[in-house]
């Protein structure tokens, strides 16, 4: 996929795989398996006091997000449009692809907000400010 050309639709909901007994769920998520990417890194975001993360997009990088507890807004803009995702549920996933901004916000009390990534840290995947993401999507 070119990662200039890609757009929020682009971006789809995953099922997370879960099992359940008397004893509560379980849920599974594989790399290559279940999602479309090796999982390089896993971080979560907690404790977020009414403000909002992101604010920046990938060159290469590939997420899945979803919300472990409570619930966060994800808003996606890929240059010409935008489209938001309430994650408040933690056996849904967003599949986030490169080449789209995101901005994160309106965090629940007590959420937390599981990402697994495709690579490991590299500062210049990051695009963080707009107007050069508007650059790197050629508009």
């Known amino acids: 996929m070119d990662f200039v050309a ?5 971006c789809r909901w995953i ?3 879960r ?7 379980l849920s599974v998520i594989e790399g290559n398996i279940d999602i479309p990417f090796e999982i390089k890194r896993i971080y979560y975001l907690y404790q977020v006091p009414g403000a909002s993360r992101g604010e920046h997009a990938h060159k290469q990088l590939s997420q899945l ?10 808003t996606l803009n890929d240059g010409k449009r935008k489209k938001s995702f309430v ?5 849904k996933g967003l599949l986030v ?12 009390d007590n959420s937390v907000l599981m990402v697994l990534a495709s690579e490991k840290y590299e500062p210049d995947d990051y695009i963080r ?9 050629g508009l």
Do not use: H
């Open 19 to 25: 099992y359940s007994d008397t004893r509560g769920y």
């Open 97 to 108: 692809k490169p080449g789209l901004w995101r901005t994160l916000d309106n965090f629940s």
């Open 6 to 10: 890609t757009k929020v639709d682009d």
């Open 87 to 91: 994650l408040d549920c933690p056996w």
């Open 65 to 74: 997000m979803f919300a472990t507890s409570g619930s966060v807004r994800v």
């Open 15 to 17: 099922d997370i795989r």
């Open 129 to 137: 400010d707009y107007q050069e993401f508007l650059k790197f999507k």
